[in-house]
């Protein structure tokens, strides 16, 4: 019998990668949705259904909807009684907040240049409609709703400085590269204060989509904070820490969001010193968003610094790193990273929440869409539909778009994982 | 090694004793006594391996010698500073004994490269450029300079463990405790690490191995110590351990695990 190596060789075929299966749209819907016949019913029924719902939908966006109400008030819904004859400054605001964004991206892109863990494929304009679509609908559809040549001038010029700014910002010079974060304190502060300072407008007067934005992107960056510390807190080695962190979380959980805002708006003046300047009703309600939203971080970041295996924890002590630094450098950037789905879930709740303001008598997006089916030229017109899909459309933007931004975070910091 | 890192002094330790010290240690969970009196002494550059079935107290001694565990009764000393409740001793002898462990324990949110150069960036407080220097030396010494920036997550168990390897020794420890460092690895994988092992033991380095890899103890050991149910039962040279013991139970043993 022939030994092993003296068979004749048979010429082995290089691997190709694996099989490509080719197949066509027909060919895919006789094989999924057509490939029994109780599930053609079911492809025929829902099909019709949804058939009808797409209908439905687009013929009141775009025959049925009487958008008149929308579009007389639509300044009132964006900015409220922001004085007309200053509207410049939430516009400038508007341009400060991008530029600054988009060059600090940018810069932050130039930082990444050369790295070879961190550096990421040069920004393509598919990969800037994917993430920026949910935004430019919205935008499209204020424009829709607007009058006059002056807003579409300003949408397009401030995109237009967004791409600008995000490019010109890779070319920044290298000290201001390493200051982006700087540059971002100093961009926020700005944003600000050109709608407040020489004789504008302070927060506690601001209403509609501006307000919104304001609370919501005010008790998310203060709430995160927070909660980190009371989940840290709330498993520290110090009693009096644990205590504080969980009597804190486990009453704030357990009392409705409104009782807070309520409290908000007619107790916590009584814990501020008399003579004390009592802070406005905005501030107030920021204060209590902030508080309540904390409790719930607090408790998504717990189960992340659980999920740590204690290994982790001895191999970096093992290394001689003070426990402030075990934490900071090991513990929570895993932990963070693992929650990341239940935080912006947080967030994105807390977004829909500031909806409630309206109850201690503040006017943001959803409340003035009631009010105004009120007036004199819309009273007793049955225009709640349209007004409801106004502001849920504004809503659904920023969840669905933090949602997203979500998820492609999740993806990028999940590169490497075990 | 570049300029700027100091070779180690190859003498004895600071206070002419021996590196390690060990007298009547004794650790208790609850009623369960996991070290019931250990004494044991390692000298400078001593190589020690110490055998035993599990649930000896091998890991849980090893472990007691930088404070992962806190020992109940006696005494320990790693270069004449002795193991107490001092948060800065602890740091001190955290700083001069690195560890590996069984499961390799690398930090999966860094890379390889951060992995490594972690300690001696924030422990030792050196600059990034140094850190990393040194760090990219120590992934050559053990064989891994091309994973440097790659994460954990993406090494095979040989590779994580070499890197493990890495990060501990770039705190330039003055001794290395193992904590069955091949345990959890595949066959084929086993041999490059203790080869790494090998090469560090002849470099002069301090160690204490749990393990139960006798070719690696024949071959490098200058000591091999039995456990067993908390206690040291028996010590001598792998020769000797090996070809002679005198205890029953390390007869036992052997006999199990040759």
Same mark, same amino acid.
């Given at each position: 019998?022939?030994? $092993?190596?003296?068979?004749?060789?048979?010429?082995?075929?290089?691997?190709?990668?694996?099989?490509?299966?080719?197949?066509?749209?027909?060919?895919?819907?006789?094989?999924?949705?057509?490939?029994?016949?109780?599930?053609?019913?079911?492809?025929?029924? /829902?099909?019709?259904? !949804?058939?009808?719902?797409? /209908?439905?939908?687009?013929?009141?966006?775009? $025959?049925?909807?009487?958008?008149?109400?929308?579009?007389?008030?639509?300044?009132?819904?964006?900015?409220?009684?922001?004085?007309?004859?200053?509207?410049?400054?939430?516009?400038?605001?508007?341009?400060?907040?991008?530029?600054?964004?988009?060059?600090?991206?940018?810069?932050?892109?130039?930082?990444?240049?050369?790295?070879?863990?961190?550096?990421?494929?040069?920004?393509?304009? %598919?990969?800037? $409609?994917?993430?920026?679509?949910?935004?430019?609908?919205?935008?499209?559809?204020?424009?829709?709703?607007?009058?006059?040549?002056?807003?579409?001038?300003?949408?397009?010029?401030?995109?237009?400085?967004?791409?600008?700014?995000?490019?010109?910002?890779?070319?920044?010079?290298?000290?201001?590269?390493?200051?982006? /974060?700087?540059?971002?304190?100093?961009?926020?502060?700005?944003? &600000?204060?050109?709608?407040?300072? &020489?004789?504008?407008?302070?927060?506690?007067?601001?209403?509609?989509?501006?307000?919104?934005? &304001?609370?919501?992107?005010?008790?998310?960056?203060?709430?995160?904070?927070?909660?980190?510390?009371?989940?840290?807190?709330?498993?520290?080695?110090? +009693?009096?820490?644990?205590?504080?962190?969980?009597?804190?979380?486990?009453?704030?959980?357990?009392?409705?969001?409104?009782?807070?805002? /309520?409290?908000?708006?007619?107790?916590?003046?009584?814990?501020?010193?008399?003579?004390?300047?009592?802070?406005?009703?905005?501030?107030?309600?920021?204060?209590?968003?902030?508080? &309540?939203?904390?409790?719930?971080?607090?408790?998504?970041?717990?189960?992340?610094?659980?999920?740590? +295996?204690?290994?982790?924890?001895?191999?970096?002590?093992?290394?001689?790193?003070?426990?402030?630094?075990?934490?900071?450098?090991?513990?929570?950037?895993?932990?963070?990273?693992?929650?990341? +789905?239940?935080?912006?879930?947080?967030?994105?709740?807390?977004?829909?929440? %500031?909806?409630? %303001?309206?109850?201690?008598?503040?006017?943001?997006?959803?409340?003035?869409?009631?009010?105004?089916?009120?007036?004199?030229?819309?009273?007793?017109?049955?225009?709640?539909?349209?007004?409801?899909?106004?502001?849920?459309?504004?809503?659904?933007?920023?969840?669905?778009? !933090?949602?997203?931004?979500?998820?492609?975070?999740?993806?990028?910091?999940?590169?490497?994982?075990? | 090694?570049?300029?700027?890192?100091?070779?180690?002094?190859?003498?004895?330790?600071?206070?002419?004793?021996?590196?390690?010290?060990?007298?009547?240690?004794?650790?208790?969970?609850?009623?369960?006594?996991?070290?019931?009196?250990?004494?044991?002494?390692?000298?400078?550059?001593?190589?020690?391996?110490?055998?035993?079935?599990?649930?000896?107290?091998?890991?849980?001694?090893?472990?007691?010698?930088? *404070?992962?565990?806190?020992?109940?009764?006696?005494?320990?000393?790693?270069?004449?500073?002795?193991?107490?409740?001092?948060?800065?001793?602890?740091?001190?002898?955290?700083?001069?004994?690195?560890?590996?462990?069984?499961?390799?324990?690398?930090? @999966?949110?860094?890379?390889?490269?951060?992995?490594?150069?972690?300690?001696?960036?924030?422990?030792?407080?050196?600059?990034?450029?140094?850190?990393?220097?040194?760090?990219?030396?120590?992934?050559? *010494?053990?064989?891994?300079?091309?994973?440097?920036?790659?994460?954990?997550?993406?090494?095979?168990?040989?590779?994580?463990?070499?890197?493990?390897?890495?990060?501990?020794?770039?705190?330039?420890?003055?001794?290395?405790?193992?904590?069955? @460092?091949?345990?959890?690895?595949? @066959?084929?994988?086993?041999?490059?690490?203790?080869?790494?092992?090998?090469?560090?033991?002849?470099?002069?380095?301090?160690?204490?191995?749990?393990?139960?890899?006798?070719?690696?103890?024949?071959?490098?050991?200058?000591?091999?110590?039995?456990?067993?149910?908390?206690?040291?039962?028996?010590?001598?040279?792998?020769?000797?351990?090996?070809?002679?013991?005198?205890?029953?139970?390390?007869?036992?043993?052997?006999?199990?695990?040759?």
């Amino acid at each position: 019998m022939e030994s $092993v190596d003296r068979m004749p060789m048979v010429e082995e075929p290089e691997p190709s990668g694996p099989p490509v299966r080719e197949i066509g749209l027909g060919q895919w819907m006789r094989e999924n949705l057509f490939n029994t016949w109780y599930n053609t019913v079911l492809t025929i029924v /829902f099909g019709v259904i !949804m058939a009808w719902a797409l /209908f439905a939908s687009l013929r009141f966006v775009f $025959v049925n909807g009487r958008w008149e109400v929308v579009r007389r008030n639509l300044t009132l819904l964006l900015v409220e009684r922001f004085p007309r004859d200053q509207l410049w400054r939430p516009w400038a605001a508007l341009f400060i907040l991008t530029i600054t964004v988009a060059l600090f991206l940018g810069a932050s892109a130039a930082a990444r240049r050369g790295d070879p863990v961190r550096e990421r494929p040069p920004l393509t304009p %598919v990969e800037i $409609v994917r993430r920026m679509w949910p935004l430019g609908v919205l935008a499209a559809a204020l424009l829709l709703l607007s009058s006059g040549i002056l807003p579409i001038v300003l949408v397009v010029a401030l995109f237009a400085a967004a791409l600008g700014a995000r490019l010109a910002g890779e070319r920044l010079p290298g000290w201001l590269t390493r200051a982006r /974060f700087l540059l971002l304190v100093v961009g926020g502060v700005a944003t &600000f204060e050109v709608v407040i300072a &020489f004789g504008g407008q302070g927060w506690e007067r601001w209403g509609g989509l501006m307000l919104l934005l &304001f609370l919501a992107v005010g008790a998310i960056a203060l709430s995160f904070p927070l909660g980190v510390l009371l989940a840290l807190g709330r498993r520290s080695r110090l +009693p009096a820490f644990r205590l504080v962190s969980t009597v804190y979380i486990e009453l704030i959980r357990g009392v409705p969001l409104i009782t807070l805002l /309520f409290m908000g708006a007619f107790m916590l003046g009584f814990f501020f010193p008399v003579g004390f300047p009592r802070p406005s009703l905005v501030v107030r309600a920021l204060i209590a968003l902030i508080l &309540f939203t904390a409790a719930y971080v607090a408790e998504v970041v717990r189960g992340g610094l659980q999920s740590i +295996p204690y290994a982790q924890i001895e191999a970096a002590q093992a290394l001689g790193l003070s426990p402030t630094k075990v934490t900071r450098l090991v513990v929570l950037p895993q932990a963070l990273r693992a929650v990341i +789905p239940a935080l912006v879930g947080q967030f994105i709740s807390l977004w829909k929440d %500031v909806a409630l %303001v309206s109850i201690i008598g503040l006017s943001e997006v959803l409340s003035i869409a009631q009010r105004i089916t009120q007036q004199t030229d819309f009273r007793a017109q049955g225009l709640q539909a349209e007004v409801l899909a106004f502001a849920g459309f504004v809503y659904w933007v920023g969840a669905y778009w !933090m949602s997203r931004e979500s998820q492609r975070l999740e993806k990028r910091l999940g590169v490497g994982e075990r | 090694m570049s300029e700027e890192v100091e070779p180690r002094e190859a003498a004895a330790s600071r206070d002419g004793g021996a590196m390690i010290e060990c007298r009547g240690v004794e650790k208790w969970f609850g009623k369960f006594a996991a070290l019931r009196g250990i004494d044991l002494d390692v000298d400078l550059q001593e190589v020690v391996v110490i055998v035993g079935p599990s649930g000896s107290g091998k890991s849980t001694f090893i472990r007691c010698i930088n *404070r992962l565990e806190k020992h109940d009764r006696g005494r320990i000393a790693v270069d004449g500073i002795e193991v107490t409740d001092d948060i800065r001793h602890i740091q001190e002898i955290r700083r001069e004994v690195g560890m590996v462990f069984q499961s390799f324990n690398l930090f @999966p949110h860094l890379t390889v490269m951060d992995n490594v150069s972690l300690g001696p960036r924030q422990v030792r407080r050196w600059s990034k450029d140094k850190a990393e220097g040194v760090a990219m030396e120590l992934l050559e *010494r053990v064989h891994i300079p091309e994973q440097a920036h790659k994460y954990p997550g993406q090494l095979s168990g040989g590779q994580q463990q070499r890197a493990a390897i890495a990060r501990a020794l770039a705190m330039q420890p003055r001794v290395m405790l193992f904590d069955e @460092p091949t345990s959890a690895l595949d @066959p084929e994988m086993i041999k490059e690490v203790l080869d790494v092992m090998k090469e560090l033991a002849l470099s002069g380095m301090t160690m204490i191995v749990v393990s139960h890899e006798i070719g690696f103890a024949k071959e490098v050991a200058d000591r091999v110590a039995m456990f067993d149910q908390g206690k040291l039962v028996e010590e001598g040279t792998p020769d000797r351990f090996f070809s002679d013991p005198q205890h029953e139970r390390t007869k036992l043993f052997l006999s199990q695990i040759l």
